[in-house]
């Protein structure tokens, strides 16, 4: 599969690089130390206080095992700018490089995550997300 990387060479790369671990449901660590935001979502934050409903718990599994799904795992990345925000994250897109699937669909898709701020990527990218979230909205 051919995928071509829109954005600036400081973050787009040709070659693909490894995920070390997720931060929380849109943030991920690679191996070469910079971290990643999924940009564009919301996903549901843990509840420390516990009480959570049942359906509450189950929609945590599921989103913990889809946002663990690229931790050891190559991706390739869709930039989205040259600067990190002021928490030294990354805004880009990312896709597992085994299936080709684009991490934010699937979060979108599967109903375990929501379009939050597109700030970056324009009337196309927003586009895009909302075309994953209508699939989860339809099953």
Known sequence: ?????????????????RVNAAEDAVTLQLADGRTILLDGLL?????????????????AAGLAQVIESPIGQDVWLEALTE??????RFPAGV???????????????????CIGACLLG??????ML???EA????A
Request: no cysteine; hydrophobic share 45%.
């Open 1 to 17: 599969m051919l995928l071509i990387l829109f954005g600036l060479p400081f973050l787009a790369i040709a070659d693909s690089i």
């Open 95 to 113: 896709y597992i490089q085994k299936s080709g699937v684009w991490l934010h669909q699937r979060m979108l898709q599967e109903g375990f995550a």
């Open 122 to 127: 324009g009337a196309d990218r927003l586009k």
């Open 43 to 59: 996903a549901p934050k843990a509840d420390d206080a516990g009480g959570r409903s049942a359906a509450d718990q189950i929609a």
């Open 130 to 132: 909302r075309d994953a």
């Open 83 to 88: 600067a990190p925000d002021r928490w030294k």
């Open 135 to 138: 699939g989860a909205r339809q």
